[in-house]
């Protein structure tokens, strides 16, 4: 598997449920991050007035998650 998006190809060649699972798992974690970080840019995005209102406490960044 090889798209514009990942760098680094996945290849599998196992079966099994246990397998399956720990694939799933890692891969709805890479997801779970991704949404996370776009979640943080729009935030910061914003401009200070929304923020406030919207109660953001700071300027949140990669660095301080």
């Known amino acids: 598997m090889n798209?514009?998006?990942s760098q680094?190809?996945?290849a599998v060649r196992v079966?099994?449920?246990g397998f399956r699972f720990a694939?799933?798992?890692m891969v709805d974690e890479v997801?779970?991050?991704r949404r996370q970080r776009r979640a943080l840019d729009?935030?910061?995005s914003l401009s200070?007035?929304?923020q406030r209102d919207i109660g953001w406490p700071v300027?949140?960044?990669h660095e301080n998650r």
């Open 3 to 5: 798209n514009k998006r």
């Open 8 to 10: 680094n190809p996945l």
């Open 15 to 17: 079966s099994g449920q």
């Open 23 to 25: 694939i799933r798992s």
């Open 31 to 33: 997801l779970r991050r």
């Open 42 to 44: 729009e935030l910061n």
């Open 48 to 50: 200070p007035e929304i």
């Open 59 to 61: 300027r949140a960044t």
